[in-house]
């Protein structure tokens, strides 16, 4: 990896600029800027750099994975978001804005918040308490914080099969999925949490349950910034609670557009009853753009991810015969809200995928070069 490519991470803080800075420093007057970077600056990037193939070599992948600015990146997003709600509660009441630039900073913070999950979910894949501490920290800023159960022994175990909310169906909506995964996700976190309990001895209905705590903290943090908003102004600040939920809504469900974008349609086979073939490159949709897979971590290269979870998102790879999406996540989350366009341009690559995924010799050979 290249100095450019490493230090190309921080366009993250690009995103903060355009969803928090400019609208401080405009007084509230241009709140769509955040909106407006990640669906029209983001994707005209990627159309004019292209596309990145290239892999860490082998030589360099200790030197990368021990390397902590990649680290540094991620814990210091955990506070910078932090403070920023705290400035944004602020900013409700300093400027003097209308409905729709009201629902712009809202649009644009949830932007933000919704990378948030990303950073949550990488760190969330680590063994390290620190790392798992500011996981969940990053997740009750927008009141997900069960996909910290879910996702890591939910879906990383039956991603590609019926049996995951977090899997689009063929010719399923967006609109759809979003109920089929918000709900399904918290009911299968709160079974996992459940099945835990009863295995430690330990009573559904008490502090050790996590599932519990994870819908209390969310509530006392948003009570926490109406709290310090309200000392500030002298009077009850309201106002921030529907803020708070509104980015949290926006962010979750920009989080659920991704994993309609990553596995729609995509199943494993089924080898006997209840079992299914494990989870190999072919099972994720990938995008390898150069800027969007920078600004979100190398997300991108999602079936690398599947197959190794714990690999640091600076040595994912890009394999050729991965799935591959037309145009990075920007431009496919707004094709997604559009299912008649989502399926005139998905359905044919799902079923060319379909032609290659069931053929024994040609996942072992994809298999091997991914090992």
């Known amino acids: 990896m290249n100095s450019f490519k490493k230090l190309g991470f921080l ?43 290239a892999n860490a070599h082998k030589e360099d992948f200790e030197r990368l994975m021990n390397d902590r600015f990649f680290d540094v990146v991620l814990y210091s997003l ?7 709600l705290f400035t944004s509660a602020l900013a409700l009441y ?18 933000f918040s919704g990378t948030m999950i990303n950073v949550a979910h990488e760190l969330g894949h680590r063994t ?20 910290f159960i879910e996702h890591n022994r939910g879906h990383h175990v ?24 918000v709900t399904g996700s918290w009911r299968s976190a709160w079974n996992i949490e459940k099945r ?10 008490s502090h050790h349950n996590q599932m519990l705590w994870f819908i209390i903290l969310p509530i006392a943090f948003c009570g926490l910034l109406t709290g310090t908003a309200t000392l500030l102004v002298g009077r009850l600040a309201w106002e921030v609670i529907p803020f708070f939920f509104g980015q949290a809504v926006m962010a979750f469900l920009l989080l659920e557009t991704i994993n309609y974008i990553e596995h729609y349609g995509i199943v494993r086979r089924e080898i006997a009853p209840g079992k299914y073939e494990r ?11 150069i800027f969007s897979n920078l600004i979100l971590f190398q997300l991108q ?7 190794y979870a714990s690999r640091p998102y600076q040595v994912l790879r890009h394999f050729d015969e991965s799935p591959q999406l037309p145009f990075g996540y920007p431009l496919m989350i707004l094709m997604a809200t559009v299912p008649p366009l989502w399926f005139a341009v998905m359905n044919k690559r799902l079923q060319a995928w379909q032609a290659n995924a069931y053929d024994a010799t040609h996942i072992a050979q994809v298999v091997k070069q991914f090992a």
């Open 128 to 147: 390290s308490k620190v790392a798992q501490f500011h996981a969940k920290l990053s997740l009750m800023t927008v009141c997900y914080m069960h996909f």
């Open 279 to 289: 989870v190999n490159p072919l099972h994720s949709w990938n995008a390898n753009h």
């Open 11 to 53: 366009s993250i803080y690009l995103l903060i600029i355009s969803s928090n800075v400019i609208i401080v420093l405009t007084e509230g007057q241009f709140t769509w800027t955040g909106v407006l970077f990640a669906y029209v600056f983001v994707p005209l990037i990627d159309a004019v750099v292209g596309k990145d193939r």
């Open 158 to 181: 039956w991603v590609a099969t019926p049996l995951d909310p977090a899997t689009a169906r063929k010719d399923q909506t967006l609109y759809a999925f979003w109920w089929q995964s």
């Open 94 to 111: 300093r400027y003097d804005m209308n409905a729709f630039q009201i629902a712009g900073f809202v649009a644009s913070i949830g932007i």
């Open 196 to 205: 835990t309990l009863e295995k430690n001895n330990q009573p559904l209905w």
């Open 301 to 307: 290269r999602h079936s690398d991810h599947h197959a």
């Open 78 to 84: 955990v506070y910078v978001h932090i403070g920023q």
